[in-house]
């Protein structure tokens, strides 16, 4: 019987992507937006390449304060000797938005993989974490010409025009918008699944369509605790499917992983978005192929409850985990 293990080693074998076109049509792993960058399309076919093999490391940074936010790399490197392969940055302070875009650009232009997402403060009230936690008029938001319409507006395209710059720049970014969506402590899981998809595909549509964001590779994450089909836009606007959940142990999540794979199946590549314990990469296999980690930062990273040096180093030189320096150059930012 032939698994997807088997059918992409005879693809290696013969030499093709599994990103490979399919008889008379698109590729069979074509990224949603069908104007995608060359850029975007070559990061997608690396993490199809990737996905049921190996799996990405990655680290979120502590974001805006005034030490830098190199603590989380600058901590990995001393205890482990290398880089993750992905960065993840937040929009979450309008006093950093330049910074976080000059610093995904240095990552990857470094040969770094940049994920981005986004705490947004509800947009009547203010930005921020606490205030993406506070509730917003989403019905009132999804009506033309109203003010919450208008401010809402107003954000995604300041967003937009960030992302813009790393497009120019030729950065394909992995897009987390309205993370953790199926949980109801942010604005937009507030209200239930209709409304969470209308807002993702008012997104999706202003972004791609208006912005030409073409360089953006779109990731969708449910709350661990609540993984619900009713949430799912669907195929044509979601390349890339997660769930996440701060475990208090270094498990595979394994019953998460199966819980998204039963909703999205084959059809894209699963990761765990969020994370404080990294998993036991000896622990990963088929039941658990997640395509990356992200660890989240400060404590989730270095508390002892969470993270050990030890552990870390162990995890990060495993044949399991793909490190910064193992990603291909052709990846790198310009090239």
Not at 118 to 129: E, S
């Amino acid at each position: 019987m032939l698994t997807r293990r088997t059918t992409l080693a005879g693809m290696a074998a013969l030499g093709l992507s599994p990103a490979v076109a399919i008889a008379g049509g698109r590729s069979a792993h074509a990224l949603c937006n069908p104007r995608a960058s060359a850029e975007a399309r070559r990061l997608y076919a690396y993490l199809w390449s990737q996905y049921g093999r190996r799996t990405l490391t990655g680290q979120q940074e502590q974001g805006y304060n005034p030490e830098g936010a190199q603590r989380e790399l600058d901590y990995l490197h001393r205890v482990t000797g290398r880089l993750p392969a992905i960065l993840g940055l937040d929009y979450i302070d309008p006093r950093d938005d330049d910074g976080v875009t000059q610093r995904a650009l240095a990552w990857a232009k470094g040969g770094g993989i940049v994920t981005l997402c986004w705490h947004w403060g509800a947009p009547d009230i203010g930005t921020g974490y606490e205030n993406s936690k506070k509730d917003f008029d989403v019905a009132a938001a999804l009506r033309p010409g109203t003010v919450q319409n208008r401010l809402m507006l107003a954000q995604m395209d300041h967003v937009a025009a960030l992302l813009g710059r790393l497009r120019v720049a030729r950065v394909p970014v992995l897009w987390r918008p309205f993370h953790e969506f199926s949980g109801d402590w942010f604005w937009w899981g507030k209200h239930g699944p209709d409304a969470f998809k209308a807002l993702w595909r008012l997104m999706y549509d202003r972004f791609t369509r208006v912005h030409g964001l073409d360089n953006l590779i779109w990731v969708l994450g449910w709350a661990g605790q609540n993984v619900d089909p009713a949430y799912y836009p669907g195929r044509a606007t979601v390349d890339v499917a997660g769930a996440d959940i701060y475990a208090a142990d270094h498990g595979n999540l394994a019953p998460m992983f199966a819980q998204v794979k039963r909703i999205v199946g084959d059809t894209v590549p699963i990761c765990l978005h969020e994370n404080g314990p990294v998993p036991d990469p000896a622990t990963l296999g088929p039941a658990a192929d997640w395509l990356w980690f992200m660890t989240w930062h400060t404590r989730w990273l270095t508390g002892a409850d969470q993270n050990t040096p030890d552990q870390l180093a162990r995890d990060y030189a495993s044949e399991r985990y793909v490190t910064k320096d193992e990603l291909p150059a052709t990846l790198r930012a310009g090239r």
